[in-house]
């Protein structure tokens, strides 16, 4: 674009949506729920470990068995991980450009550490994503992985403590992730009304605590010796 030609105006309404930031809160917040779905119904697969190598792999070969249903589901979640991301990109650059000078001092009133620490959260975990594909899909960063044989990849992969200990710390971003995105989406999707006690989110809580508890029990397990 020549420099000094402004961009042309959206026309249709689906493009000023998309360029409102009502629009975009809207796409991140529909986008954070489809993944809310996702990681529950991710992690209740991965507690399948704790029954043994035989109900893990099976359920593995199912879901690989599913062919073209799996890669709609990981099509659709592709999908709505990079409209989040762009989302939250392109409203922080817009968050910016309304305050370029930052506050000397903050005390927030009504706020939590999960909101103030939500977009360093998402860095983390993106990376977090990019290592877990390669280290649990593809085993290309796995120091012994064996197509097919999902518990003795985890069982393997865990006994290097480094790599638990950053599985570890994924999680609780993730619970901070999931306690403050979870309660904004419903709140930005009108799905839940204003309350007088703005930090008394106990659904989200809940949530947070069962799903990066839940994630996080495997990896500890394997480093405690209590999964072989």
Do not use: C
């Not at 939250?88 to 001092?105: E, G, N, S």
């Amino acid at each position: 674009m020549t420099e000094g030609v402004a961009a042309p105006r959206p026309t249709t309404r689906l493009e000023r949506f998309w360029h409102s930031t009502v629009g975009k809160k809207v796409v991140m917040a529909a986008t954070g729920l489809i993944m809310v779905a996702f990681v529950i119904g991710h992690v209740a697969g991965n507690l399948l470990v704790f029954a043994g190598p035989e109900r893990i792999n099976a359920y593995s070969a199912f879901l690989h068995g599913t062919g073209e249903l799996l890669w709609l589901v990981r099509l659709v979640l592709l999908a709505a991980v990079v409209l989040h991301i762009i989302s939250a990109y392109q409203l922080t650059r817009i968050d910016m450009r309304a305050r370029p000078i930052a506050y000397t001092t903050r005390d927030p009133q009504v706020s939590t550490l999960a909101a103030r620490t939500i977009r360093w959260g998402g860095v983390l975990l993106l990376v977090f994503i990019v290592f877990h594909l390669l280290h649990m899909t593809t085993g290309t960063v796995h120091p012994d992985f064996v197509p097919g044989d999902v518990y003795s990849n985890v069982v393997v992969a865990f006994r290097v403590w480094p790599v638990t200990l950053f599985y570890v710390l994924a999680m609780a971003a993730l619970g901070l992730h999931l306690y403050h995105g979870t309660w904004s989406a419903f709140r930005t999707l009108g799905l839940v009304r204003p309350s007088a006690e703005p930090l008394q989110r106990r659904g989200a809580a809940a949530v947070a605590i069962l799903v990066a508890g839940a994630f996080a029990a495997v990896p500890l397990a394997v480093a405690l010796g209590l999964l072989r």
